[in-house]
């Protein structure tokens, strides 16, 4: 199982950004992506999650009605755009996948133990 994420870049705050995650070597049509992020210094963060199968979602409050997490099952590659950019939002951003379809991991929820699989990050950089 690989992924891959990319989209990461330098951006003016108040501006938008697209992150995507290519996930790879599996055939399970029921799993879960996460998008997490860390900033220097700081402790890794949930941001949000989705359900391949049914397309639930859940977000951290910090980005919240800013970012929207969506998955394309054909190429089973997740999405996060984020809209509204912060100084606050710089990190690297990494994405992660579980597998597992238990459904005591339903619903999903961005919190790292739930993850098996885990791609290598993007950073994001924004200026104010």
């Known amino acids: 199982v690989q992924l891959q994420a990319s989209g990461g870049g330098l951006v003016q705050a108040g501006g938008p950004l697209r992150l995507s995650c290519a996930a790879s070597?599996?055939?399970?049509?029921?799993?879960?992506i996460a998008w997490f992020r860390q900033a220097p210094g700081k402790d890794r963060e949930g941001v949000s999650c989705i359900v391949s199968s049914d397309g639930q979602t859940d977000y951290s409050w910090s980005v919240k009605g800013r970012f929207t997490i969506s998955v394309d099952s054909a190429k089973n590659t997740a999405y996060l755009q984020a809209d509204s950019l912060e100084p606050g939002d710089t990190a690297t951003y990494y994405c992660?996948?579980?597998?597992?379809?238990?459904?005591?991991?339903?619903?999903?929820?961005?919190?790292?133990?739930?993850?098996?699989?885990w791609g290598q990050g993007t950073l994001v950089t924004v200026s104010s």
């Open positions: 992660a996948l579980d597998l597992t379809g238990s459904s005591y991991l339903r619903p999903c929820r961005p919190i790292s133990w739930r993850y098996e699989y």
């Open positions: 070597g599996f055939t399970s049509d029921d799993y879960v």
